[in-house]
């Protein structure tokens, strides 16, 4: 694990460190306040799994150590990386902490040679991504499995 103390806006001290587990209720609490969650019984089960089976998961904490953002990439670690569930709570938002973890994860790919990374950006983000570097995919339709 990497742990990192940044400043952000408005003169708050942040950790942010790269995990490979993390408190079920913290992550599902940030995952409700993005509008996010679905509620099922095996809902809460797959979130240790999902930490686990990323390329990198990246949270944020507080000085006292309550997580109040995260992000994470999903990659082969070679060729491709998606960086995805970019969430900081309503109380910690329009202080850098979402850029901060997507400037992070976005730099691990880069310093393993990853050439294409890409995400799904939420209606109204992208200028947002575009000030960290990210631009429309061009010509190219995101997908959803089961949507039609």
């Known amino acids: 694990m990497d742990i990192e103390g940044f400043w952000v806006g408005k003169a708050m001290k942040m950790d942010f460190e790269a995990v490979k587990e993390a ?15 679905r509620e099922t019984p095996e809902a809460r089960e797959v979130i240790p799994a999902m930490i686990q089976g990323s390329f990198r998961f990246m949270v944020a904490r507080t000085p006292e150590g ?9 990659s082969d670690g070679f060729s491709d990386a998606y960086i995805q569930d970019v969430v900081v709570l309503p109380s910690h938002r329009g202080r850098g902490v979402g850029r901060e973890l ?3 994860l976005t730099q691990h790919c880069v310093d393993r040679k990853i050439a294409w990374i890409g995400l799904v950006a939420e209606p109204g983000t992208r200028e947002f991504y575009e000030e960290l ?10 997908m959803l499995y089961g949507k039609r």
């Open 102 to 104: 997507i400037r992070r």
């Open 133 to 142: 570097g990210y631009g429309p995919l061009a010509g190219y339709q995101p």
């Open 23 to 37: 408190p079920v209720e913290e992550i599902v609490e940030l995952y409700k306040s993005a509008g996010w969650w």
């Open 66 to 74: 309550r997580i109040v953002g995260m992000a994470r990439a999903i």
